[in-house]
């Protein structure tokens, strides 16, 4: 069986940047971000090795979609400020 022919189950950012099609910077911030982080594993003594579980990223990107509703919600919200 080649090498290409098995499903990778973990990405290093760069690929699951090319496979969602986000800047690794952008990723990197959703890594970070402190109320709905990108779940991953930091490997390594200093944690720098970062993997993402390819199930667990598409579980959380399908819990970031935005219902129409949503943007006139935040315009709404931000005419009333």
Not at 5 to 10: H, R, T
């Amino acid at each position: 069986m080649g090498k290409n022919s098995v499903e990778k189950e973990y990405f290093t950012v760069l690929e699951l940047s090319k496979y969602v099609g986000i800047s690794q910077r952008t990723l990197r911030d959703h890594l970070k971000d402190p109320i709905n982080p990108i779940p991953h594993f930091r490997i390594g003594a200093a944690g720098r090795i970062i993997r993402i579980k390819k199930s667990e990223f598409d579980e959380w990107m399908n819990s970031q979609r935005a219902t129409q509703g949503d943007e006139i919600d935040e315009l709404i919200a931000e005419v009333l400020k």
